[in-house]
């Protein structure tokens, strides 16, 4: 089966830190790989205490995109997460398509208090950045929708815990 061609808008790339140059830039780190990992920028190595405020930690570029149909999503590393309880501060940080600052990583120790502190070494892979499209939809307000849903304005919980019968 053929795959059709993916699209690949143009993204400018500035490079704030020059160890980036050696460390490695931005880039894919396999064949499928959907998102690209950020470095920890940092002067000297930073700990992270557990629980303690989420600490912005520079990633080195600025990007451009430049178009309103892409943004960019800032997400933890799963092992980083998993292994070492290091996620994000914010959950995840969107980067918008008219932003041109330096991409910064809000980095958070979840462990509890009394657990393990977190050394992030200069140049440790410590993010992933992934491109997404975005919708900008067009709102019509309404006094009630123009059709029914089969849920209706149930929420939290209201589609219930076991599997759905076939």
């Excluded at 690209?36 to 600490?55: I, R, S």
């Excluded at 570029?61 to 998993?82: C, F, K, N, T």
């Excluded at 849920?151 to 076991?162: E, I, N, P, V, W």
Aim: with cysteine; hydrophobic share 45%.
């Amino acid at each position: 089966m053929d795959t059709p061609p993916l699209h690949r808008p143009r993204v400018e790339l500035r490079i704030l830190d020059p160890r980036l140059h050696e460390w490695g830039l931005p880039g894919y780190g396999s064949a499928m790989a959907a998102a690209v990992d950020l470095f920890a920028c940092v002067a000297a190595p930073l700990t992270l205490a557990p629980g303690a405020p989420a600490t912005l930690v520079p990633s080195g570029i600025a990007l451009h995109m430049a178009e309103p149909g892409i943004a960019a999503l800032v997400l933890p590393r799963s092992g980083l997460g998993h292994k070492r309880g290091l996620v994000l501060g914010n959950l995840v940080g969107l980067i918008d398509p008219d932003y041109t600052g330096e991409v910064l990583v809000s980095a958070w120790n979840r462990n509890p208090a009394g657990g393990e502190s977190i050394r992030i070494a200069p140049g440790e892979r410590i993010a992933q950045m992934l491109f997404v499209p975005v919708l900008r939809p067009l709102f019509a307000v309404v006094e009630q929708f123009s059709t029914a849903s089969e849920r209706g304005a149930g929420g939290f919980g209201s589609t219930g815990l076991a599997a759905s019968p076939k």
